[in-house]
């Protein structure tokens, strides 16, 4: 006998799938973009950019493009004092100081290596909320940093992602960018203000980011501006392409929260080696898998042993 098929059921369970379903595709896309945005810089740097100098544009563009989506939207970002610290604090820690590591050692480092870098953040997240008071610092956390800075080291040794040991300086550099990453998100949750949208946020944060940048490149001297039409082209791609990663990251932890939301570093470790091989020629030495799987390893028992609130 044929069991009836419940119509009802189906219907009901419809909702939630499409949602979980729209989840999947905004953590596919981000960990694309978020992925291939450092390959795009380390193009341009390779025709005589300096670092600041296209993360300034790139910045710039990024905030224009939200600015403008939020006045459209009637939800532009709130300047009152709190919320400037908010944004003024996310952006130089989590945009111009990341930014001033990461693409200074993309410079001369491999785009792959960056990638396997990049879920150190979320390890480095846990343990810095942790010594905040936000988390309490279990076993699992230690033993999950432990397999992260141990990924990490073997990395960065020979037949790994790092080709030539007299790059590990600029290697060492990156490693800094994940913990600006893991500070911003701190700073995130202390100095957030109630009330504000994902996009009013994404768009105050980019604000934030593009004068502090700015400020950066003209004391360090890096300012200038691209030198083809090609390149301006490559950085106005780079800095709508932010725009939309940092639209899609808010609404993820608004609505997911943050442990659903870190998971998006594996899809940019991917992304990043994927990125690497096709734009770079980079082709990862025999370490990098036991080195992304201690990564990932470490990754996994920091934020999955954990609870989402209901």
């Known amino acids: ?184 998100n701190l700073l995130s949750v202390k100095l957030a203000v109630p009330g504000s949208t994902p996009l009013a946020q994404a768009a105050g944060t980019l604000a934030g980011a593009t004068v502090s940048v700015l400020l950066m490149a003209l004391a360090l001297g890096q300012l200038g501006t691209p030198p083809s039409l090609a390149i301006w082209m490559l950085l106005v791609a780079q800095g709508v392409l932010t725009a939309l990663a940092y639209l899609i990251y808010f609404r993820l932890l608004v609505g997911t929260g943050g442990m659903v939301t870190s998971q998006v570093s594996y899809l940019i470790t991917l992304a990043g080696l994927l990125y690497g091989y096709l734009l770079f020629d980079e082709v990862p030495g025999l370490l990098t898998l036991p080195a992304a799987g201690l990564i990932f390893a470490g990754l996994a028992l920091v934020t999955l042993s954990k609870r989402q609130p209901a």
């Open 1 to 184: 006998m044929v069991q009836r098929l419940d119509i009802a059921h189906c219907v009901r369970a419809s909702p939630a799938m499409r949602h979980s379903l729209a989840i999947a595709v905004a953590m596919l896309t981000l960990g694309a973009v978020w992925g291939l945005t450092p390959a795009m810089a380390k193009l341009a740097m390779a025709q005589g950019m300096k670092p600041l100098g296209v993360a300034t544009i790139a910045a710039a563009i990024s905030a224009a493009t939200l600015l403008g989506i939020a006045a459209w939207q009637r939800e532009t970002p709130r300047w009152t004092r709190p919320h400037l610290i908010h944004y003024g604090a996310g952006g130089l820690v989590g945009l111009a100081l990341a930014n001033l590591f990461a693409f200074t050692g993309l410079s001369r480092a491999p785009a792959g290596l960056f990638a396997l870098l990049v879920p150190l953040s979320g390890l480095l997240s846990t343990v810095f909320f942790a010594m905040a008071g936000l988390e309490r610092a279990t076993p699992r956390i230690v033993a999950g940093t432990l397999l992260g800075v141990c990924g990490v080291a073997l990395a960065m040794a020979p037949g790994a992602a790092l080709p030539d040991r007299t790059m590990l300086p600029w290697a060492a550099l990156m490693v800094l960018t994940p913990v600006c990453y893991a500070a911003s």
